[in-house]
């Protein structure tokens, strides 16, 4: 399996191209602002031509180039439903904040021409690849990831987490679309059952892995506790 990820954007989000290997058909996950140029690069380097693009929340920073890249390649999107609207309107899924530093400029989103939507369980194959699905809101309401064989002895899976997911923390529920309370149980349903030698390839930042989060992330350790709702403050989530 070929994996190349790149930081797109001004946030620094993690854009992954995911293929059999060089010549094959690939998947996009999660093209962020400024994160074409560097899908490009890739393909072109290894050969690949993209069918897919996946997108594991709607937030304007793991999207904003769904539209172009899908375009280009004649490639199908594919969301949770719970998100499909912020494909066309990513501003709803941000603060206000972030919302009026944004539109310091003029920015027009639409859908792509061909969008198809994920369920949770969903056993999603393309380009040679099998993706399970696993609905885990918290950070948006249709938040996911997307979890795939890998065939190396010390790993059994991938994980796409999106920003469910990082080395040391978890994503921010303070946003439109964001639950804390259901962040937590999408960590404990979604994470904490996961074997630890599943890599974890993360919507910012370094990969990591299960066995190393469920050990050494505050936010798991609280949920592993008798009151997992406990110590979390002050702690930091990340994402935008």
Same mark, same amino acid.
């Given at each position: 399996?070929? @994996? =190349?990820?790149?930081? =797109? +954007?001004?946030? +620094?989000?993690? $854009?992954y &191209?995911a293929?059999?290997?060089?010549g094959?058909? $690939? ?11 560097? /899908? =490009? ?9 993209? !069918? ?7 937030? /304007?920073?793991?999207?904003? $180039?769904?539209?172009? &890249? ?9 969301i949770?439903?719970?998100? #499909? ?14 919302? =009026? ?33 696993d ?6 309401? +249709?938040? &996911?990831?997307? #979890? ?6 010390? !790993?059994?899976? &991938? ?10 923390? @978890? ?16 960590? #404990?349903?979604? !994470?904490?059952t ?15 892995? @299960? ?19 406990? +110590?979390?403050?002050?702690? /930091?989530? #990340?994402?935008?």
């Amino acid at each position: 399996m070929l @994996i =190349a990820g790149f930081p =797109a +954007g001004p946030w +620094g989000t993690n $854009c992954y &191209v995911a293929a059999t290997g060089a010549g094959s058909e $690939c998947v996009v996950l999660d093209p962020g602002k400024d994160a074409a140029a560097g /899908v =490009a690069e890739v393909v072109r380097e290894h050969r690949l031509k993209p !069918v897919a693009v996946l997108v594991t929340h709607g937030h /304007v920073d793991h999207m904003w $180039c769904v539209a172009p &890249v899908a375009g280009t390649y004649d490639a199908t999107a594919w969301i949770h439903p719970a998100d #499909r609207h912020l494909l066309a309107d990513p501003m709803s899924g941000l603060s206000p904040e972030t919302s =009026a530093m944004l539109l310091g400029g003029r920015y027009e989103f639409a859908e792509p021409d061909d969008v198809r939507e994920l369920a949770d369980g969903q056993e999603l194959e393309v380009a040679g690849l099998r993706f399970v699905v696993d609905h885990a809101p918290g950070h948006t309401a +249709g938040s &996911v990831t997307f #979890r795939s064989p890998y065939e190396r002895e010390d !790993v059994s899976e &991938v994980m796409f987490s999106g920003d469910l997911l990082f080395a040391g923390s @978890i994503g921010r529920t303070d946003l439109p679309g964001g639950d804390h309370p259901t962040m937590l149980r999408s960590l #404990r349903d979604k !994470v904490l059952t996961l074997p630890d030698d599943v890599v974890v390839l993360p919507g910012h930042g370094e990969q990591t892995s @299960i066995g190393r989060e469920r050990a050494t992330n505050p936010f798991l350790l609280d949920l592993q506790s008798a009151d997992p709702s406990a +110590g979390d403050a002050g702690r /930091v989530t #990340r994402g935008l």
